[in-house]
């Protein structure tokens, strides 16, 4: 049986990668393009928010990614951590501008909805704060990658960032909720209840949501191929200079 | 460890280590602020807790590069690295040094400069309870981060970077907690949960600090 330490060798996750590529890719754009569709001119406007509400169909989905790419970071920082695999620490780094993105759009799109609905652009609030937060850590996580010459150090570093900042993310999180009682409503989705919002709305949520998850592991796929060449093109080089 | 801790005072007292200039900038921040909001003493009193935490972390902030760089560029830091004494209580005394070289003298400053703020008599043992408690997990969490950037040239705007997210928590507790001192309110939660934070940085972060010392001296 095929282990999945196997995929820690680069020749192997390029070779997989490639051919998973053009089908998570491809999923990702038909889920996206018939979730958003759907969900923009094919479901009726809520009856208090107008067709603001629609604006969930790219809100929700990018904040779940946002939270989910950085758990995806602390999880191969921590692979690289124990068991030294390349891949792992690159694809890490690879998923930073992902889900910084993500945490962007989530707050953009959240400001478009608040400024109508809440009358406000931006207000104080623990989930839109700690969003604002995880933002701050994935530019700082970046920044550091950035900062360091050496490719070993640079992931050793960054991976304890990652662990230490998750951490203090937590917490932040609760210290929060604790500091400022909140405007934003509570989670739209939980697995706990027989039915979260209305099947009409239901279904191209998580269309969308399947398609922002795609979408994330293909950039992943696709930026962790490009580091692994930009590696190889170093190595490459290195060896020019040396002949 | 000691030693380690004797020699890292005495350099910051002798040696122009800049035992003063964190007091120093906390007293100019504050004087600063009434300019930048007006002298009535009754928007001062209220903003009061916020811009005291800020100061007082801000010049714990400032101070951070010079923990490990000194010793990284003239070598230091490769002795003490060889030496028996484990880099993890390296790490925990350069923290304790700070922390008695910056936050100690904080703690002592900030009633002075609460009278200048027109801080509420209610809220004195309250900040500087919360500062005693707090400056130590500044300290430490600030150490770790000086110990991520070791090997980077002019890390000063990355340090800022990675450590003020970091110290977000115990600035919610810390100003709370002076806050609600000054509204007469239960203001012993916060203070008791910036402990837990503060006793949590300092059982880890010197772990974390020794990981990355150990990743920048290869």
């Given at each position: 049986?095929?282990?999945?330490?196997?995929?820690?060798?680069?020749?192997?996750?390029?070779?997989?990668?490639?051919?998973?590529?053009?089908?998570?890719?491809?999923?990702?754009?038909?889920?996206?393009?018939?979730?958003?569709?759907?969900?923009?001119?094919?479901t009726p406007d809520d009856f208090r928010q107008g067709s603001t509400v629609k604006i969930i169909y790219v809100h929700v989905p990018s904040a779940i990614m946002a939270i989910n790419a950085w758990l995806m970071m602390l999880v191969a920082s921590l692979i690289?951590?124990?068991?030294?695999?390349h891949v792992s620490a690159l694809a890490a780094k690879a998923a930073a501008p992902v889900g910084m993105v993500f945490t962007l759009i989530a707050l953009a799109t959240g400001a478009l909805w608040g400024q109508p609905m809440w009358g406000t652009w931006w207000e104080w609030d623990p989930r839109l704060t700690s969003f604002l937060i995880l933002f701050l850590f994935y530019l700082g996580y970046m920044a550091l990658w950035e900062a360091i010459d050496n490719p070993d150090s640079a992931a050793d570093l960054t991976a304890v960032l990652c662990l230490v900042g998750s951490v203090f993310a937590v917490i932040s999180r609760y210290a929060l909720l604790f500091?400022?009682?909140?405007?934003?409503?509570?989670?739209?989705?939980?697995?706990?209840?027989?039915?979260?919002?209305?099947?009409?709305?239901?279904?191209?949520?998580?269309?969308?949501?399947a398609g922002f998850g795609f979408l994330f592991i293909a950039l992943v796929l696709y930026r962790t191929q490009t580091e692994i060449r930009a590696r190889r093109l170093k190595?490459?080089?290195?060896?020019?200079?040396?002949a | 460890m000691i030693g380690l801790l004797k020699r890292d005072l005495a350099l910051a007292i002798r040696?122009?280590?800049?035992?003063?200039?964190?007091?120093?900038?906390?007293?100019?921040?504050?004087?600063?602020?009434?300019?930048?909001?007006?002298?009535?003493?009754?928007?001062?009193a209220e903003i009061a807790p916020g811009?005291?935490?800020?100061?007082?972390?801000?010049?714990?902030?400032?101070?951070?590069?010079?923990?490990?760089?000194?010793?990284?560029?003239?070598g230091t830091l490769d002795l003490i690295a060889t030496s028996p004494v484990p880099l993890e209580g390296l790490a925990a005394m350069k923290a304790l040094a700070h922390w008695i070289t910056t936050g100690l003298p904080l703690v002592a400053a900030a009633p002075m400069l609460g009278l200048l703020l027109n801080l509420p008599g209610p809220a004195y043992p309250w900040l500087v309870a919360a500062l005693a408690l707090g400056t130590p997990a500044l300290s430490a969490i600030g150490t770790f981060g000086a110990a991520l950037t070791v090997g980077i040239k002019r890390g000063g705007l990355l340090l800022s970077l990675l450590v003020l997210p970091l110290y977000m928590p115990t600035l919610i507790f810390g100003a709370l907690c002076v806050t609600r001192g000054a509204d007469g309110l239960d203001a012993l939660t916060p203070l008791i949960l910036m402990g837990g934070i503060t006793l949590g940085s300092l059982a880890i972060l010197?772990?974390?600090?020794?990981?990355?010392?150990?990743?920048?001296?290869?």
């Open positions: 049986m095929a282990s999945i330490w196997e995929y820690a060798n680069p020749r192997k996750f390029m070779a997989t990668s490639a051919a998973l590529l053009p089908w998570t890719a491809g999923v990702a754009a038909l889920c996206l393009v018939t979730g958003l569709v759907w969900g923009f001119f094919f690289w951590v124990i068991r030294r695999h500091w400022n009682q909140g405007l934003h409503q509570g989670a739209t989705l939980s697995l706990d209840r027989e039915q979260n919002i209305a099947n009409v709305f239901w279904y191209p949520l998580v269309i969308t949501l190595a490459l080089i290195a060896q020019e200079r040396m | 040696a122009g280590g800049g035992f003063g200039l964190s007091l120093a900038f906390f007293l100019i921040f504050t004087t600063l602020v009434p300019f930048g909001v007006g002298p009535q003493t009754q928007v001062l811009i005291l935490w800020l100061g007082a972390l801000l010049a714990c902030l400032l101070s951070l590069d010079r923990i490990f760089q000194l010793d990284w560029e003239d010197p772990f974390a600090a020794a990981a990355a010392l150990r990743v920048n001296l290869r």
